[in-house]
């Protein structure tokens, strides 16, 4: 925006040198005319010789010496043209022409405070100069001083409503602002002068597409089309937002469009990258952005946005390298500066406390009906060492009460501690291994029909996994040692019997909106029967309501052979930017050929989580299962937990 000399300025100028030569007199005046002649052609270098021709013969002629620095400044050469306009101002120093010159000079050497200067000089003389209030904005804007470049814009406009360029570029700082609503009206004014300006009827659509208004959006960007569908970067934009919509054959019609046209352009790769990123398309959204800096290294809101996708992939080196060259030089950039204090917080351990009620009843028709507790006080410390290594340390206090209510046969207390250290290894970009090891001590708490033996009070347990995830695709293997709890008999005693269990999920993002998942796992239970497990579900994100998604699934187990049908519906809405709601209810049919028969149940979980004070987050967690049929247990568990990043001190 800085570095090009106006052409209409420049033309209005030299229209104003030929009008006041009509006042001059001697052969210097044709000297002048010939001299515009050539700068009218851009002949600029003949043009300088005939001004030289000039001053030969008048040394102070101010419009010679202004042609001068005018040529100067078409052929680039700002600081050859900076002495002549300095002489021209010497000799009069309220000459607006002059003035202006010197203003427009400075700005192209990027020495802004002295442009501020000479604009500043120019509105002393006439207060209505459009074109030092557009200068003086533009220098505002390029400082990043949003709120200066809004005022001398609004100032435009209270004596010139509808200063064409005044509107044009105050709704672009409306939008560097944030203030979506001021900008679309802006906008929308600035078409009551120029209807077909493509620009701005993109930038509109484009405000529409940030508050989530999709088909406002399309409608916008279709109006753009309608003036130029040769735009590639519109064809593109339109492929996305259809795609969007799930309106699939208008999608690829403006794709294969956009194809048809595209050229290595950045802006275009911008708006690919940033629709890729709004539909979670984040490892495509990354080659797009990749792409563009190459093409363009410098470019600020390519790094940002860059930045931003490494920050989602948690892959902090990369985001903060990129953040740190927006700031070497522009380091007041907001964007930047708030990107930091996010990798500042993905750096530094995550604290986390949690509180964990559960309760099971259990009740059987030909045994007694069981009422158990467990209450969880967990306490636990993430760090990340950098972004491929992390470690876990994990405490938890455990307090496990069965009682049984009819005979008190089958009742225990025991206390269980567990100290865990876990650790992430990222191998490559795709592969993700997680290992963690858990020391487990139990200890009796009275007197009870079932207590633990005191040479079975210390265990092991384990759980190890790796994931790779490619596109649309991903794959989770994992190994667990865990413990299973178990009433024995002669004598009464409770045993943690260690077992086995591998497994192997595979998922499949079939389409932006519908997900397919194959589960199995094996599990070696040593002292019982071995147990299989098969699932696979399929889950739907409704296209026109992206907050819900209904899903269905079958599960086979192999011991006590089940067969379980479940229907889902889940919610989740961010309220407010803040407050956090995720809701999920289940209905299962389980046809258990060795145990209850059929059954149904109905499964509700609950989320909500809100921040106390900024990055200090508050969850709680809930869950209510009742289950109908012969069996009629009754599960409940709820969980409330605290994470501080330690990033936000």
Known sequence: ???????????LVFA????ISHFAFGQSVELLKKALEY????????????????????????????????SYLSLGQYEKGLPFFNQAFKMDRKNLTTLFALARTYVLLKQYPKAHYYYKLVLDINPYHVEAYLGKARLYRENNQHHLATETYEKILEFDPYQKEALGELSHVYLDRDQKERALKTAKKFLEINPKDVDTLSNIGSVYEAQGKIKEAIQWYEKAKTIDPKNERIQAKLSLLYGATDQIDYSLVHLQKALELQEANVKDYITLGRAY??????????????KARAMDPKNKMVLNELASLYLYKEKWDQAENLYSQVLARSPKNTIALEGMEKVKLQKKPVFTSRF????????????????????????????????????????????????DIENNTKDYEFNQDVASLKYNVSLSDPLLFSFRGDYNHFDNQGSNTYTIPEGDIDHFSAFSYLSFTKGAFYNFLAWKRGLLLRLLSSPNRLAEHPYYDYSNTLGLNMTPN??????????DYKLLKDQHDVESSLTYRLPFFKQVKLGYSFEYLSEPIERIHTA?????????????FDLLYEFKRNDNDTDQGVTHNNNVKGRLSFPLYQKLMFHFEGRWEFENGKDHDKNQEYRTYITLPFGMF
Do not use: C
């Not at 519908?514 to 599990?523: N, V």
């Open 277 to 290: 990123g709004w539909l979670y398309r984040v490892d495509e959204a990354i080659l797009v952005f990749e």
């Open 514 to 523: 519908l997900e397919t998942i194959f589960y199995y796992a094996y599990t």
């Open 568 to 580: 889902s519906f889940r919610i989740q809405e961010d309220f407010f930017k803040h407050l956090l």
């Open 1 to 11: 925006m800085m570095r090009t000399v106006s052409k209409t300025w420049i033309k």
């Open 39 to 70: 700068a009218k052609q851009n002949e600029h270098q003949k043009a300088i010789g005939v001004y030289e021709e000039v001053l030969k013969q008048d040394p102070k002629s101010i419009l010679a010496l202004q042609g001068l620095g005018l």
């Open 356 to 403: 964990n009620y559960k309760t099971f009843k259990n009740k059987r028709p030909n045994d007694p009906d069981t009422e158990s507790f467990k209450f969880e006080y967990l306490e636990e410390l993430e760090w990340k060492l950098n972004p491929r290594h992390a470690l876990t340390f994990l405490y938890q206090k455990n307090h496990h009460y069965q009682n």
């Open 16 to 19: 104003l040198f030929l009008l």
